[in-house]
């Protein structure tokens, strides 16, 4: 099988551009350097030029406000413990009335992913060391350890888009000649990976309750991605026990485990339609450019005031791959004073629904087809 069909590391995925023409990649003792090069297709010159440009201007964006980072922990967090726990009550109810609950619990803990999530980028507090502990403290709840997953992501920051560097932190993707080139056994692996069976109803859950329990592809990183792994886990444990001498074995299933099917199943959607949509961006790495990819291969998922909320305005992504410092809920300020970025990567929620039928990029049409499209295509050739 090509080497993209092996990934390393989390399916999940801190980086910021630097001045100098170099992208920095970094957990707390791990830097990943790459450089910047202006794309060599005569087409993306300039808009390459405008990338970097919009960058310098993101500047003044990264600066979070505290008191406002403190304030959306406090009303994610707490309305989590509240809902879990009527969940536990309202099994004397009803199981149907526990699974109701399920649902507003999971978009509570799915927001907490999302400060976990901002606080990887150094975007929550000025400091590091507050932004790593309470990182590792959310993680506990989100089941992700938070240093491990954060070189993950790291890496897909880093090579997002990017052709030569697939596998690490991203979904895998193939192109149609990688596709055209395996054999019958291969084509159905790779068809059952990106089947939206496999790939939000099996998958999430396998890799928020099993994958993240060891350092997949980084075991022979160092310390760190094991102590990261363990030491939540070791936490996670003592917190389930807990739980479990509070309310027995039963409940605590029938509680936890819808809330964390479902909010790992929307929370890998939202991933998958960021650069999974049609008009998104790859090339190899000699035409490759990191402001180039952040702003065109990243998409703007346009949702209704609620969800926006509930994913921590994920959805504008392609700002936040070009500026990954600057606070979720300082996002929609963004939109809102250079207005010209909305239209960059827009994509609705129902225009959306369809980039689960998209598998392969197709490097001659430079756009995401389907199967059923790659099997048009080459019936006509």
Known sequence: MPSTLRPSGSLFLVSEP?????????????????????????????????????????????????????????ITASPFVILWGLMWAALGVGYWLCLLLALPTACFLMRLFMIQHDCGHGACFRRRATNDWVGRVIGVVTLTPYSFWLRAHALHHANAGNLDHRGSGDIITLTTDEYAALNPIQRLIYRLYRSPFVMFGLIPTYLFVLHQRLPVGLMRSGREPWLSTMGT????????????????????????????????????????????????????????????????GSSHYELPPALAWFTGNIGVHHVHHLASRIPFYRLPEVLRDHPQLASLGRLTFLQSLRCATLSLWDERQRRLISFREFRRSTRAA
């Not at 794309?39 to 201007?57: E, F, G, K, N, Y």
């Not at 790992?264 to 490759?288: M, P, R």
């Open 18 to 74: 630097f001045p100098g023409g170099a992208h920095y990649a970094c957990s707390r003792r791990c830097a990943v350097w790459m450089d910047v090069r202006e794309a060599r297709l005569p087409d993306m010159t300039s808009s390459v030029r405008d990338a970097r440009t919009w960058a310098q201007i993101l500047g003044p964006y990264r600066t979070p406000k505290i008191s406002r980072s403190i304030f959306e922990l406090l």
């Open 233 to 296: 886990n070791a936490a996670i444990a003592a917190v389930i026990s807990v739980l479990i001498w509070l309310m027995g074995v039963g409940p605590f299933l029938l509680v936890e485990a819808p809330v964390v099917i479902v909010s790992a199943s929307i929370a890998v959607w939202f991933f998958y339609v960021q650069h999974q949509y049609e008009d998104t961006l790859w090339v190899h790495d000699s035409d490759w450019s990191f402001y180039e990819a952040a702003l065109n």
